[in-house]
C-alpha cells in the first residue's frame, strides 16, 4: 500500500533554516509528481509546492516562492522541501502527498502522508 | 487565483440523516474539483475527484455533483465515522492549486 512519511520538523526561530524529508513507499516513485500541503493549526489545507515526476518542474504558491525549495532524490524515493527565511506564519503541520502520473499535469492529490510539525517562533 | 468558498462552515446533523455541501469557485473550474475529509488529528483523505469520481475503497454514499462553479457532496446517510471537516479542492487553474476553508459535519 501506498505510504508517505515526513520527517524533520521541529521549532526553528524566525529567519532560520529548516528542512523536511518525505521517504515513499508502495508504489513506483519516479511514476508520480509529488506535493507539499501545508495546515496552520486550526486552519484549512494551503498548497505549497509540487514536483513532476523527473524532478524538471517546480511549482510554488506565491507565499512561499523564493524561500522554499522542492526537490526529490528518485534513487532513495524521497522528496524534500528546504525552508529558508523562516517566518512566524510558516508555522503548521507539512503534508507530503502524491500528486500527477508521469507525463500529465493531472494534478489530483490521492494519498497523504500523516505529516510533520514546523514551529517558527523565537 | 481561484477562490473556493464553502457553505455551511458547520452542518450540525444526526445519523442516517443527509449531508448536502457546498462549493462555489469564484471562476469557472469546468467539472475539475476534488473533496477530501479530514478527523481530527489525521491526514485529509480522497473522497471524489473531478466532480463525481469516487476514489478507491470510498463507499457509495457519498456522491459529488456540479459543473463550472457550483458544486456540491452529499453523503446520502451519515454514519458515525463521516463526521469530520470536508474540504474542496481546484486543479483547473494552477498554479496554486486552491482549497476551500472547510465545512464541519459534527453530530447534532
Known amino acids: 500500500q501506498v505510504q508517505l512519511v515526513e520527517s524533520g520538523g521541529g521549532v526553528v526561530q524566525p529567519g532560520r533554516s529548516l528542512g523536511l524529508s518525505c521517504a515513499a513507499s508502495g508504489f513506483t516513485f519516479t511514476d508520480f509528481g509529488m506535493h507539499w500541503v501545508r495546515q496552520a493549526p486550526g486552519k484549512g489545507l494551503e498548497w505549497v509546492a509540487v514536483i513532476l515526476s523527473d524532478g524538471s518542474n517546480k511549482y510554488y504558491a506565491d507565499s512561499v516562492k523564493g524561500r522554499f525549495t522542492i526537490s526529490r532524490d528518485n534513487s532513495k524515493n524521497t522528496l524534500y522541501l528546504q525552508m529558508n527565511s523562516l517566518r512566524a506564519e510558516d508555522t503548521a503541520m507539512y503534508y507530503c502527498?502524491?500528486?500527477?502520473?508521469?507525463?500529465?499535469?493531472?494534478?489530483?492529490?490521492?494519498?497523504w502522508g500523516q505529516g510533520t510539525l514546523v514551529a517558527v517562533s523565537s | 487565483e481561484i477562490v473556493l468558498t464553502q457553505s455551511p462552515a458547520t452542518l450540525s446533523l444526526s445519523p442516517g440523516e443527509r449531508a448536502t455541501l457546498s462549493c462555489r469557485a469564484s471562476q469557472s473550474v469546468i467539472s475539475y474539483l476534488a473533496w477530501y475529509q479530514q478527523k481530527p488529528g489525521q491526514a485529509p483523505r480522497l473522497l471524489i475527484y473531478d466532480t463525481s469520481n469516487r476514489a478507491t475503497g470510498i463507499p457509495a454514499r457519498f456522491s459529488g455533483s456540479g459543473s463550472g462553479t457550483d458544486f456540491t457532496l452529499t453523503i446520502s446517510s451519515l454514519e458515525p465515522e463521516d463526521f469530520a471537516v470536508y474540504y474542496c479542492q481546484q486543479r483547473y487553474h494552477w498554479p496554486p492549486l486552491t482549497f476551500g476553508g472547510g465545512t464541519k459535519v459534527e453530530i447534532k
Open positions: 502527498a502524491r500528486g500527477p502520473k508521469a507525463g500529465t499535469t493531472t494534478m489530483i492529490i490521492d494519498y
